[in-house]
C-alpha cells in the first residue's frame, strides 16, 4: 500500500514541532537547574553547612529540575499515553519508597544532621541512654566513642524522633556542694565560702559562686554551695579540697 505524501508530511511537521519545543524545554531546563544548583549551594554555604552536604544538595536540587524537564519532554511527544507512563513511574516511585523507607528516613535525617549542625565532631552528647563524643557523622549513622572505649552507632533518624543533650555547647556547667557546720561555730558568711572556692582551680568567676543556708538542725548547718567550671569534675574535686581547708571541721561532699 503506498504512503500517502500527506500522511508523511503531516507526521514530520507534528513530529519537527514536537522536537522544537522538547529543545527549547531542555534549554530552559538546563539553565534553570543550573541557577537552582548555584543558588542551593550558596545558600548552604552562608549557614556554614559542610562542603559535601552543600555539593550533595546542590546535585540533588539540580536533579529534582532536571527530571521534571525531562517528564514534560516524554509528555512532549507521548501525549496521550503520558498519564499512562507518569502513573507506571509513580507505582515504581512508591514501591521503592515503602522498600527503603528506614534508609531513607536515616538519610535525610543525617542531611538535616549536617546542615543545621546540632552537634559537631568532638562534641559529647547524650541520646536514648548512650553518652559519648561524636566521632563521625555520615548521612546514615553517627559514631560516637563512650569513656570506656565503646563504639556506639546510632541511626540519624534517632534525632529526629529523640531529645538529644549536647554536653559541650556552651563552655561551663554547673556544679554542687554541701558544706555541713556545727551549728555553734563562729558566723560563716557567704564571703568566706567564696573566698575558699576563689582560691580553687578551675572555678569560674563569673557568674559567681552562690551560696544558701538550707537548714539548721540536730546542732549543724547546712549550706547549698553552687558554682560554674569548663572542667567539672576536675573544678568540684578542687573545690571540696579548698573547703576542707578552709573550714576543718566541715562535712563537704558532693551536692
Not at 500527506?6 to 513530529?15: A, C, E, K, P, S
Not at 539540580?62 to 525531562?70: C, D, M, N, W
Not at 561524636?134 to 529526629?160: C, H, W
Request: proline share 4%.
Amino acid at each position: 500500500m503506498p504512503l500517502d505524501p500527506t500522511v508523511i508530511r503531516d507526521n514530520l511537521l507534528d513530529y519537527g514541532a514536537r522536537t522544537f519545543w522538547a529543545l527549547v524545554v531542555a534549554a530552559i531546563t538546563l539553565l534553570i537547574a543550573r541557577a537552582v544548583r548555584g543558588g542551593t549551594m550558596r545558600m548552604l554555604a552562608r549557614n556554614r553547612a559542610q562542603a559535601n552536604v552543600t555539593i550533595l544538595l546542590g546535585n540533588i536540587a539540580q536533579l529534582v529540575i532536571i527530571t521534571i524537564g525531562v517528564l514534560a519532554i516524554v509528555a512532549i511527544y507521548t501525549r496521550d499515553a503520558f498519564g499512562w507512563i507518569l502513573t507506571s513511574f509513580s507505582v515504581v516511585g512508591l514501591v521503592i519508597g515503602l522498600s527503603l523507607q528506614d534508609i531513607l528516613k536515616n538519610f535525610f535525617a543525617g542531611v538535616w544532621v549536617l546542615v543545621e549542625r546540632p552537634f559537631r565532631i568532638g562534641d559529647t552528647i547524650e541520646v536514648t541512654g548512650y553518652s559519648g563524643t561524636v566521632e563521625e557523622i555520615s548521612f546514615r549513622t553517627t559514631q560516637l566513642r563512650t569513656d570506656d572505649g565503646r563504639e556506639v552507632i546510632v541511626p540519624n533518624g534517632t534525632f529526629m524522633t529523640s531529645a538529644v543533650v549536647n554536653l559541650t555547647r556552651f563552655p561551663t556547667r554547673r556544679a554542687a556542694a554541701w558544706l555541713v557546720l556545727p551549728a555553734d561555730e563562729k558566723a560563716v558568711t557567704t564571703e568566706d565560702i567564696r573566698a575558699a572556692l576563689g582560691k580553687a582551680e578551675g572555678v569560674a568567676s563569673e557568674p559567681a559562686p552562690a551560696v544558701e543556708l538550707r537548714s539548721v538542725a540536730d546542732g549543724k548547718a547546712q549550706y547549698l554551695v553552687t558554682f560554674w567550671a569548663a572542667n567539672r569534675e576536675a573544678a568540684l574535686a578542687q573545690a571540696l579540697r579548698a573547703l576542707r581547708a578552709r573550714f576543718p571541721q566541715a562535712d563537704v561532699r558532693i551536692g
